[in-house]
């Protein structure tokens, strides 16, 4: 198939053969002797979206719920929601803030402020279906800095390839008006989370008005069509996109500061 | 670049050769005309998103703001948002409630619910840059019933061409806790708006773990990747992403229950 007015186009493929990911493993390592056998010469206009969970059981971010000792607000919102205390007292650590409690069974929901900012169920634990390597009670936490997470594997591939390609964390988050989950920008190197385009011009010359475009958000949530239906591609290419680029680009710049929040 | 163990991929195109769309103008008879001069047989399994805003234009969903009468509700509102009290009176009619009124200068902002169950800035109004075919003073809504627009779309195509691609029609939506903004789904044909995948296996015999997939919501943003630099580009097609198809497929089971919203 071809364009052949020559207008804009992009390709995103599930990279295969990531095996499963250990603690210390190097996730750009893993990911340069993945696309190894494909035959591709890497751009620097590339983005590779990663998957928040192998990040972090790659650094070890995991606790153990049986390791953990309830205190009373972690057990007044377990009695609550129907959460494990234990749980609740890891989400309580890894929160600033708790939003909202929901009695959801089979289990409950807590609506948190992670420390880093991010407002999502759960301060974004993970607690099921880690696989095989982990034990069963484990929880896995987000990384501690996704933004120098992204920053490392950036590097990585860089130092390997020369060219140094976006890289974007991802993590799935619920909305709080629309059913269903969609993959977002946790951490980001290179691609810059918003691009406002008001005012300018098209390359014919049109004026634009798109406002504020979460690019990096978009680029996530695509990643979720590749993602969801195969456990073993947790890392997708894309190529083709046109994306700006800044060294100083910090997911959380998505954060609305706390006077911007009209729901608390 | 290929993907020698057979991962999955996907591409999009934007679909160059759409004119500046009127009241009356088939949407779906247009994209068959750009997409006639494109080496481009259809599948079934491509997926076109189409902004709202050229559906909303060939629909005459347009109302003049000079000829609103605001009533006093809505110069409540206007006075304690900065915003021009008719528009504010649009927005009223096309809401079934204001969640938050906010100051933000140079104009304000009216979350409210518009009458289809979308909650969003200004009940889905664009009132700015709507092309030179409309007076300066036209306020653009959302389409009455987009999951129709979108089976109005579909059906065009299908009768024409003989494959029933999935169409979706995509706004732009602000978050309440992230800035920017992303392209949503708010009409789909064919397309299953949230697919839950826990306890299924993948094509490994892997046990998957994506809960509630915002499918059509994914597509929906990553069409602003191609959208956003472009202003001719109202109209995106994808090629090889995996969707359920539903005859009964609606943008609005994306809206939550009353019951589940936890943020009123």
Redesign the interface.
Known sequence: ?????????????????IPAVKQGCDIGRLILDAIA????ALLPSDVFVIAQKIVSKAEGRTRQAGAIEAGPQARDIAARSGKNAAKVQAILDESSEIL?V?DAPPDGIV?ARHKAG??CANAGIDE??LGDELAADTLLLLPEDPDASARGIAETIADATGVRPGVIISD?F???????????AIGVDGVV???D?VGKK???G??????????A???A??S??????????PVILF?G??WDRSASARAV????HPN????K
């Not at 049109?206 to 690019?215: E, G, I, K, M, T």
């Open positions: 198939m071809k364009n052949p007015q020559g207008c804009a186009s992009m390709q995103a493929f599930a990279i295969s053969g056998p494909m035959d591709l909202r929901v609506i991010w407002v099921s279906n799935t619920g909305r709080p008006w629309r059913r269903g989950l969609l993959n977002v989370p918003i691009v385009w098209d390359a014919y049109r004026r634009l008005n798109v406002s504020q475009q979460a690019l958000d978009e680029i949530a695509a979720g069509l590749l993602m969801a239906k195969d456990a073993a591609t190529r996109i046109e710049d998505y954060v609305r911007e929040d009209l729901f």
